[in-house]
C-alpha cells in the first residue's frame, strides 16, 4: 500500500493540533493586563493628579482617596471599592497623596469569550478530522478490503471449478501484483482442465469407436459359424462353430459393456466432413449389409458433404436394427430432394408404436419390442449425431408395414 496518503493523513492532525495549542496560548497572553498601558495610566494620574480631564483613559480604572472613598471613575462597570476591587482580581497601585488607582480587570469576559472560541475551533477541528477519518477509511476500504474480499471471492469461484470468469487486475493497488498472479493462475487451471478434458474426451471416443466398430466383424462372423453349423452334418464341427458363436456373443457383450461405459460420458464426438462423390454412399450401403439383404437399388450421381467414417457408422447402426428387430429383407431408396440425397432403408418387421417413434433418437431409448433383444439404445442416437453433424438429418417412419429410416445427406 502506498505510504502517501497516510503521510498525509497524519500530517494534517498534527497541524491542526498545534495549530489549536499555538491559538489558545495566543488568546491566554491577550487576556493578560496590558503592563506598558498600566504604567501610561499611572503615571498620567500621578502628574496631572485633581485635574481629571487630562486624566489617561487607556484603561478604564477609578480613583479612592487615603479614606479609600471613591473619587473618580472612568466608567459604570469599575470597582468602586477596595474590596470589590479585590473580589474583581483588579490592578491596584498607589498613586500621590496616599491616593489607590484600581485598573480594571476584564480577564474573566475575556477568558469566557476565549473558551467560546475555543469550543467553536475544537469543534471544527473535530469535524475536519473526522472527515479525514472517513476518507481515509474508505481509501482503506477501497484499496485494502475490497480488493483482499474479490481475491477471496475469486478463490472460492476457483475451488469451485468456475474457471471462465478473469479476475479484474488493479496494478497500482495494494493487491495488484496478487492480483495479476492469481488471474495468471486461473489461466493456467482452466487451460490445463480444457487439455485434460480434450485428452479424456478422445480415449473415450476411441474406446466407444472401436468397441461399436467391432461388432459389425464379429456380426458377421457369428452369421457365418451360423451358417456353418447347419451346413455340417459332422458333430465335432458343429460344436466347434457352437463354440464360435457363443464367443462371438461374449465378444459382443463386452464390446457393448465398454461402449455403454465410455459413450455415456463423451460430451462431443468429432466429425469432419467433406466432399465425396455418390457412388462412395452406394459402396458404403453394401459395406454395412454384410448379410446381403437389400435388393437392389440406385444412387443419383452428386457430390455430397460426408465424414465417410461417420456415415459408416450411421449405415451400421440402421442396419444392425433391421437384422437385430425385424430379420426381414431390407429395401433401399434413394433419390434427390433439393439440397439433399434421401437414403430411406426399411424393412418388413412389426416396426414401433407411432408415440414411440419421438423417442428412438435420444440417448438410451429402445422401442417397447425390443426388451428381450441386447443393445444399449444408441444406434440411432448416433445415427442421428454423426447425420446432423454433417449437415445432414434423419427421420423415422412407420410405414403400413415394418419401419423406415430415412438418412438426408447435404449435396454440395
Avoid: W
Avoid at 478434458?197 to 467391432?214: P, T, Y
Amino acid at each position: 500500500m502506498k505510504k502517501t496518503p497516510l503521510i498525509v493523513f497524519f500530517a494534517i492532525s498534527i497541524f491542526l493540533e498545534v495549530g489549536l495549542t499555538f491559538y489558545f496560548a495566543n488568546r491566554i497572553d491577550m487576556a493578560k493586563q496590558d503592563a506598558v498601558a498600566v504604567n501610561e495610566v499611572l503615571m498620567s494620574v500621578n502628574e496631572n493628579f485633581g485635574d481629571e480631564e487630562k486624566y489617561s483613559t487607556a484603561l478604564n480604572y477609578s480613583i479612592l482617596d487615603e479614606n479609600r472613598v471613591l473619587i473618580y471613575k472612568t466608567s459604570e462597570d469599575v470597582s468602586e471599592s477596595l474590596n470589590e476591587a479585590i473580589k474583581n482580581s483588579d490592578t491596584i497601585l498607589g498613586t500621590v497623596g496616599g491616593c489607590l488607582l484600581l485598573i480594571h480587570n476584564d480577564i474573566p469576559s475575556k477568558i469566557e469569550s476565549i473558551k467560546r472560541q475555543i469550543f467553536v475551533l475544537i469543534f471544527c477541528i473535530s469535524i475536519v478530522q473526522l472527515i479525514l477519518i472517513l476518507i481515509f477509511f474508505f481509501y482503506i476500504k477501497k484499496t485494502v478490503t475490497d480488493p483482499f474480499k474479490k481475491m477471496n471471492d475469486f478463490a472460492v469461484r476457483v475451488a469451485g471449478g468456475d474457471l471462465d470468469i478473469p479476475l479484474s487486475l488493479d496494478k497500482g493497488r495494494a493487491f495488484g501484483a496478487f492480483t495479476e498472479s492469481f488471474d495468471l493462475m486461473r489461466s493456467e487451471l482452466k487451460r490445463s482442465k480444457v487439455a485434460e478434458k480434450k485428452a479424456n474426451d478422445d480415449k473415450k471416443e476411441m474406446i466407444a469407436k472401436l468397441s461399436h466398430d467391432i461388432k459389425t466383424p464379429i456380426a458377421s462372423i457369428k452369421s457365418t459359424s451360423e451358417i456353418g453349423y447347419e451346413l455340417t452334418k459332422e458333430d465335432r464341427t458343429k460344436e466347434l462353430f457352437n463354440s464360435i458363436n457363443i464367443k462371438a456373443d461374449q465378444i459382443t457383450n463386452l464390446a457393448d459393456n465398454l461402449f455403454h461405459s465410455s459413450i455415456k460420458d463423451i460430451t462431443e464426438i468429432d466429425v469432419n466432413p467433406s466432399r465425396y462423390e455418390s457412388e462412395t454412399v452406394k459402396e458404403l450401403i453394401k459395406n454395412s449389409d454384410y448379410l446381403n439383404r437389400a435388393c437392389d437399388f440406385e444412387v443419383p450421381k452428386c457430390s455430397v458433404y460426408i465424414d465417410k467414417l461417420r456415415l459408416q457408422q450411421a449405415f451400421d447402426n440402421v442396419f444392425m436394427n433391421s437384422y437385430k428387430y425385424a430379420n426381414t429383407e431390407i429395401y433401399v431408396r434413394v433419390k434427390a430432394a433439393g439440397d439433399y440425397l434421401k437414403i430411406t432403408i426399411g424393412d418388413y418387421g412389426p416396426g414401433v408404436p407411432d408415440d414411440e417413434i419421438p423417442l428412438l433418437k435420444e440417448k438410451y431409448k429402445r422401442g417397447s419390442n425390443a426388451f428381450e433383444k441386447e443393445g444399449a439404445g444408441l444406434g440411432l442416437y448416433l445415427a442421428n449425431y454423426f447425420l446432423n453433424k454433417m449437415n445432414g438429418d434423419l427421420t423415422i417412419d412407420r410405414p403400413e408395414e415394418g419401419f423406415a429410416v430415412t438418412l438426408g445427406i447435404r449435396i454440395v
